[in-house]
C-alpha cells in the first residue's frame, strides 16, 4: 500500500514546476511537523500505559514497526522523542534584560568544566537549588544544626526556629486550611497560623501551629475575632513565612 501511495505520488510531482515543487515540499514539511508532534504525543501515553501488550507486541518499537508500519528508523526516532517528552515536557521561555544576560553568558563560562556545552537548563537548576537552599533557610530556618527551643519561648508570638522547621515540614510547604472542597493548595504567601489564638492564650508550639495562606490566615481570624475586630489589628500579629 505504501509502495502505492509513492508511485501516484511521484508521478503528481513529476508533473510540477521548480517553483511548484518547492512550494509542495514546504507545505508537507509543515504538515508533518503539525502530524508529528501529536503522534509523539500519544505514543509516550501509548507508552506509559503499555497498550502495545493487549495488541500482541513486546515492545513499543514492534508495534510500532509491525502495526504502525513505520520503519525501524522513523520507530527508533519517534520514540525515542516520546520517551524524551515524558522525562523532560516542561518549557520555559521569557526575556531578560541585558545585565541578566551578561551573567548567563559568564556563569556559562565559569561552569565550561562542568557544564561543557553551557546548557542553559543545567545552570538555570544549580541557580535554582542554591536559591532554593537560602530560601528554605531565611523562610523556615532549614539548617543543619538546629538550636534546642527555650521553655519560654512559648509564650511568646515569636516563632523560634525549632518550631518553624517542624511546622513546616508537617504541613508540607502548604496552606493546612482544610475547606468544604478539600485542603488549600496555595503555597505562596504563606503565614504561621495559631490555631488557638496566642492573644487567647494560645501557645506557640509546633501542635498550636499550622501554616495559612494569606487568605486563609487572615479568614480563620475574622472568624475567630470578628471581622471589624481583625481588620484594625496590625499587620505585625501575622507570622510571615
Not at 505504501?2 to 511548484?20: G, I, P, Q, S, W
Not at 507545505?27 to 497498550?51: G, K, Q, S, Y
Not at 518553624?164 to 475547606?179: H, K, L, P, S, T
Amino acid at each position: 500500500m505504501v509502495e502505492r501511495v509513492m508511485k501516484n505520488e511521484l508521478a503528481n510531482h513529476e508533473r510540477l514546476t521548480d517553483d511548484e515543487l518547492i512550494a509542495e515540499v514546504r507545505r508537507l514539511v509543515t504538515c508533518e511537523c503539525e502530524a508529528t508532534a501529536p503522534l509523539i504525543a500519544v505514543l509516550a501515553e501509548l507508552d506509559e500505559r503499555r497498550l502495545y501488550l493487549a495488541a500482541g507486541c513486546s515492545s513499543l518499537f514492534t508495534y510500532c514497526t509491525q502495526v504502525l508500519h513505520l520503519s525501524e528508523h522513523a520507530a527508533y526516532g519517534r520514540i525515542e522523542a516520546a520517551r524524551a517528552a515524558r522525562k523532560w515536557q516542561f518549557k520555559v521561555a521569557f526575556t531578560v534584560s541585558r545585565d541578566t544576560y551578561e551573567k548567563l553568558r559568564e556563569a556559562q563560562d565559569l561552569l565550561r568544566h562542568r557544564v561543557p556545552n553551557g546548557d542553559v537548563a543545567v545552570i538555570v537548576d544549580r541557580a535554582l537549588t542554591l536559591l532554593l537552599a537560602e530560601l528554605h533557610q531565611t523562610k523556615h530556618a532549614a539548617v543543619g544544626r538546629p538550636r534546642i527551643q527555650k521553655a519560654s519561648a512559648v509564650h511568646s508570638r515569636h516563632v523560634p526556629a525549632s518550631v518553624n522547621r517542624a511546622v513546616w515540614e508537617r504541613d508540607q510547604g502548604r496552606c493546612a486550611f482544610v475547606g468544604t472542597t478539600g485542603r488549600c493548595a496555595e503555597r505562596g504567601f504563606l503565614e504561621y497560623h495559631h490555631v488557638v489564638p496566642f492573644a487567647d492564650g494560645g501557645a506557640t508550639v509546633v501542635a498550636n501551629l499550622e501554616l495559612r495562606c494569606r487568605a486563609h490566615n487572615e479568614y480563620e481570624a475574622e472568624r475567630w475575632f470578628g471581622v471589624a475586630e481583625v481588620r484594625e489589628r496590625p499587620v505585625c500579629e501575622f507570622n510571615a513565612v
